[in-house]
């Protein structure tokens, strides 16, 4: 089997091309070929705390769905994997795997201290006699992607920029849970969802969104803040209000892509003026939508894994006979559009 290692927390267009470099390297051989990650982030291990992440472990199964990664291959890693030497590190995997070729990125590191260079791999894995392709990190705006630059992007409201490095959509995934009651009282019921707090989440402010609810897209506008209007708020909010919907959600998961920011939070001296702008946002949101959309595709492939009956997320063998799948000649698509497998 040919192995794609790393930590993929964004699958973004750099690691599609790993993706596709193990693809191609296993129809070469023969041989299965699929991704091989972690449950826990290696930083968070190194560094003794939880490490922003921008995909949580739900989050990275649907994409991994979306890509057509045949086999989505989660180990733990902890202290003690963390201590392994690069040739322990690679023993591991051939008593757990058998692979017969690894595939990383030109950046890849592995092993105690982080001490395993592309040259030290490629010098064990000749000796394993496994095949090993590194592959160039991909640039945007003559910067590499990386995740650590999408988290940025996404921390800062740029999301179109974040998206465009992505090739998808940024994406959160969480349980509604009840709220105060406010949105609904000011005419613009929202769904508040619960996040884990290593969830990476944009600034704060206003979005344009697509949803995935009750099994239909919706346009959504989505509040991320502290809504400074009222006293006594202080917990940062996730909540989107779903144009055109009455839905009972509580309790329900969500999916939501935040696409375009609006504006940033304000505080409004009284509800009219924050009703009054709250219509205006909701318009600006209605005017995008009708829009070309560029990820129509996109949204078309994952309602056919969302609304699945054979569940894609559950941590199963992933068939890539049913998935979208990486093309041959295009590493990534321009408009987040893939021909079907």
């Known amino acids: 089997m040919i192995l794609a290692l790393g930590s993929f927390d964004g699958f973004h267009r750099g690691h599609q091309l790993l993706l596709q470099g193990a693809r191609k390297r296993a129809a070469e051989k023969k041989t299965p070929w699929g991704v091989l990650t972690f449950s826990c982030h290696p930083q968070s291990v190194l560094q003794g705390h939880p490490y922003p992440l921008l995909f949580l472990e739900k989050e990275r199964q649907l994409l991994a769905a979306y890509w057509g990664i045949p086999r989505f291959l989660v180990i733990p890693f902890d202290r003690a994997l963390a201590e392994l030497s690069p040739e ?135 509040n991320v803040g502290f ?35 609006v504006r940033e939070e304000l505080r409004f001296p009284d509800r009219g003026s924050l009703i009054r702008q709250m219509e205006k946002d909701v318009e600006t949101i209605r005017r995008w939508k009708a829009q070309k959309d560029p990820y129509a595709c996109f949204w078309e492939t994952l309602h056919g894994l969302l609304a699945s009956p054979s569940e894609p997320l559950a941590g199963q063998p992933l068939s890539p006979d049913s998935l979208t799948v990486v093309p041959e000649t295009e590493p990534f698509p321009d408009k987040g559009c893939l021909p079907r497998g």
């Not at 160039?136 to 998206?163: F, H, K, T």
């Open 88 to 222: 322990g590190f690679l023993d591991y995997l051939d008593r757990r795997f058998s692979p017969t070729g690894l595939v990383v990125g030109e950046n890849f590191r592995f092993g105690k201290g982080r001490g395993g260079t592309p040259e030290i791999l490629r010098r064990l894995c000749d000796a394993r006699h496994w095949s090993l392709d590194v592959i160039p990190s991909l640039y945007w705006q003559d910067r590499p992607i990386s995740s650590s630059q999408i988290r940025e992007s996404v921390r800062s409201g740029r999301l179109e920029e974040a998206a465009a490095c992505l090739g998808h959509p940024f994406l959160v995934q969480g349980t509604v849970t009840r709220g105060d009651q406010r949105g609904r009282e000011l005419g613009f019921p929202t769904a508040n969802l619960a996040l884990k707090p290593e969830k990476i989440v944009p600034d704060r402010g206003v979005y344009g969104a697509c949803v995935w609810a009750e099994g239909a897209w919706w346009t959504g506008a989505l």
């Open 227 to 261: 809504n400074p209007t009222f006293d006594g708020i202080r917990g940062l909010r996730f909540e989107v209000h779903l144009l055109g919907a009455s839905l009972d959600l509580y309790g329900k998961p969500l999916w939501v892509f935040p696409l375009r920011k």
